[in-house]
């Protein structure tokens, strides 16, 4: 882990300072994943007005092995009962993400007159950061390919737990027996849940998983947790600071751009967004017949936010985290891989095809 320049310290400061009251606020009010959209929203609305705020990544090492051993906390023994009525979902997944794609491209080129490479990756229903390298390496202009990319994962979270709540009236868990304070935890409870992150993190870069510092100790996690050895998540206070940070740099993501000359891009993307929700509850929808998975769960599965930020908010909503988590872990290993392999088939096509100006 290394510590960022003495010139980022007042702008990470300065989101400190807005994202720990943004959470403070969000829980009062009683949102959903208050600790993750609080920070998330304040930062990202403050980025866009012009504050400068950096994203404090470098505790990123160690907020993302928390989040990841919580959420392996979500696998018990009771899901190995039903975990074959997962099927359905993962068999429609791929048709699931061809159509998010191609009609995602299909907006982006023909409505926002992106180039094809830029609107390919664009348009893919995940893998921020590989998109963005990949689009970069093959032409594409990585601003517009980075900024659709966060605006899908900010307004898929905020979308979502607007409409669980008002909609559906699924509501964040609260109570005071949600609480795991650090005296609920044995010393060998301890030493396992940090083992599991510790050597997580190095099965994740071994295996070089997707989400690497998250997967690899999720994966211990919900081994340990699945075979009774240990029953309980990491310290609550742990997990809310993990939250917050993680809300901070997703609002963060937004500094540097400017409404003025990105207003067009942050249009098409927020329309984009919408037109992936939209095949998500089509699909999701399709899975009640199906499967008999509930609406709220097929949503979440399916919803083209982050693999980290989707199981936080299915935990967070009492859903069952270790369906939404093993779907967006399909999802980000089959966007990943698919979009390679359907680049080397077609990329030369979208290459030789001439670039619109917008």
């Given at each position: 882990?290394?510590?960022?320049?003495?010139?980022?310290?007042?702008?990470?400061?300065?989101?400190?300072?807005?994202?720990?009251?943004?959470?403070?606020?969000?829980?009062?009010?009683?949102?959903?994943?208050?600790?993750?959209?609080?920070?998330?929203?304040?930062?990202?609305?403050?980025?866009?007005?012009?504050?400068?705020?950096?994203?404090?990544?470098?505790?990123?090492?160690?907020?993302?092995?928390?989040?990841?051993?919580?959420?392996?906390?979500?696998?018990?023994?009771?899901?190995?009962?039903?975990?074959?009525?997962?099927?359905?979902?993962?068999?429609?997944?791929?048709?699931?993400?061809?159509?998010?794609?191609?009609?995602?491209?299909?907006?982006?080129?023909?409505?926002?007159?992106?180039?094809?490479?830029?609107?390919?990756?664009?348009?893919?229903?995940?893998?921020?950061?590989?998109?963005?390298?990949?689009?970069?390496?093959?032409?594409?202009?990585?601003?517009?390919?980075?900024?659709?990319?966060?605006?899908?994962?900010?307004?898929?979270?905020?979308?979502?737990?607007?409409?669980?709540?008002?909609?559906?009236?699924?509501?964040?868990?609260?109570?005071?027996?949600?609480?795991?304070?650090?005296?609920?935890?044995?010393?060998?409870?301890?030493?396992?849940?940090?083992?599991?992150?510790?050597?997580?993190?190095?099965?994740?870069?071994?295996?070089?998983?997707?989400?690497?510092?998250?997967?690899?100790?999720?994966?211990?996690?919900?081994?340990?947790?699945?075979?009774?050895?240990?029953?309980?998540?990491?310290?609550?206070?742990?997990?809310?600071?993990?939250?917050?940070?993680?809300?901070?740099?997703?609002?963060?993501?937004?500094a540097g751009i400017s409404l003025k000359t990105m207003g067009r891009d942050l249009v098409l993307g927020l329309v984009a967004t919408l037109l992936l929700l939209g095949v998500t509850t089509v699909f999701a929808a399709l899975l009640g017949p199906l499967t008999g998975t509930s609406l709220s769960q097929g949503v979440l599965a399916f919803s083209p936010g982050g693999l980290t930020e989707m199981s936080l908010l299915a935990l967070s909503m009492h859903q069952d985290v270790a369906y939404v988590s093993t779907s967006h872990i399909a999802r980000i290993v089959l966007v990943i891989f698919g979009m390679?392999?359907?680049?080397?088939?077609?990329?030369?096509?979208?290459?030789?095809?001439?670039?619109?100006?917008?």
């Open positions: 882990m290394t510590l960022p320049p003495s010139s980022l310290w007042p702008k990470m400061l300065l989101a400190a300072l807005i994202g720990v009251p943004s959470a403070l606020m969000a829980s009062w009010l009683g949102m959903p994943l208050p600790w993750m959209l609080g920070p998330m929203l304040g930062c990202g609305v403050a980025a866009l007005a012009g504050a400068r705020v950096s994203a404090p990544g470098w505790l990123r090492p160690l907020v993302m092995p928390i989040i990841g051993v919580m959420l392996g906390s979500g696998f018990h023994p009771e899901i190995l009962d039903h975990m074959f009525t997962w099927t359905g979902t993962l068999l429609m997944l791929p048709l699931f993400l061809l159509v998010a794609t191609a009609v995602s491209f299909t907006f982006y080129r023909v409505v926002g007159g992106y180039d094809p490479v830029t609107a390919f990756f664009s348009a893919a229903p995940g893998g921020l950061n590989d998109m963005v390298l990949m689009g970069g390496e093959a032409g594409g202009d990585e601003t517009k390919i980075a900024l659709a990319h966060a605006l899908r994962v900010f307004l898929v979270i905020s979308a979502i737990a607007l409409v669980f709540a008002v909609a559906l009236n699924i509501r964040a868990v609260r109570g005071p027996g949600s609480w795991v304070g650090l005296n609920d935890l044995s010393l060998s409870d301890i030493v396992l849940l940090t083992a599991c992150a510790i050597l997580g993190i190095l099965l994740g870069k071994a295996l070089r998983l997707p989400a690497r510092q998250m997967f690899g100790p999720m994966l211990l996690s919900a081994a340990a947790h699945l075979t009774g050895i240990v029953t309980v998540p990491p310290p609550t206070l742990l997990v809310i600071i993990s939250q917050i940070t993680i809300g901070t740099m997703l609002g963060c993501r937004f390679q392999i359907l680049f080397r088939a077609i990329g030369k096509r979208l290459t030789s095809a001439p670039k619109d100006k917008n």
